[in-house]
Structures are given as structure tokens and as C-alpha cells.
């Protein structure tokens, strides 16, 4: 199955763009964190599959300087896996 994603990454890199070229500073660690949480929160009041939120580097944008991240969501799972994926994230 070939799956292709098109959105607006105008002025945004990808996470690991971004952490290649600058060590991240506390301040856009947070930023990145309450970015994560915002997107797991929407995604429960939207009442889908946490799942979805793809938590890759490569696939994460975030605007330089400040690290405001933006996720991909795939609607393609069927069951959540709870807070497990965002704690591997962090560590």
C-alpha cells in the first residue's frame, strides 16, 4: 500500500533538520512538548485513534527558533495505545 501526504510545511523543517543544525534549547523543548500534548488532546476530543499521530522525526515540522511543532495524522489504525508512543518520544 502506497500512502502519500500533502500539507502546508511552508517556513517549517523537520524535527530532525532542525535539532541536526542547533542544539535544542529548553524553552523549544518545551514548545515541542506542549505541542505533543496539544495534538494527543485534539486528537481525543476529535474521539480518534491516538495511534495516528506519527511521532517520527522526519515527519514532525516545527518552525525554526521556536520548535511550534506540526504532526501528520494517518486514520489507518483501529485500536489506541494509550500515552505509550509519547513517552518514547520524549525519551
Same mark, same amino acid.
Given at each position: ?15 530532525? $533538520?532542525? @535539532? /541536526? ?8 523543548? *518545551?514548545?515541542?512538548?506542549? +505541542? ?10 476529535? $474521539?480518534? @485513534? /491516538? ?8 515527519? *514532525?515540522?516545527?518552525?525554526? +527558533? ?10 489507518i489504525?483501529?485500536?489506541?495505545e ?7 518520544? *520524549?525519551?
Open positions: 500500500m502506497d500512502i502519500q501526504i500533502y500539507y502546508n510545511v511552508k517556513s517549517k523543517i523537520s524535527l530532525s $533538520q532542525a @535539532v /541536526n543544525r542547533q542544539k535544542m534549547s529548553k524553552d523549544q523543548f *518545551i514548545n515541542l512538548i506542549l +505541542g505533543c500534548v496539544h495534538a494527543f488532546k485534539e486528537v481525543d476530543e476529535y $474521539q480518534l @485513534v /491516538n495511534k495516528g499521530v506519527l511521532l517520527d522525526i522526519d515527519l *514532525i515540522f516545527v518552525k525554526p +527558533g521556536s520548535f511550534e511543532p506540526s504532526f501528520i495524522y494517518l486514520p489504525y483501529a485500536h489506541d494509550g500515552i505509550t508512543k509519547l513517552k518514547e518520544f *520524549i525519551t
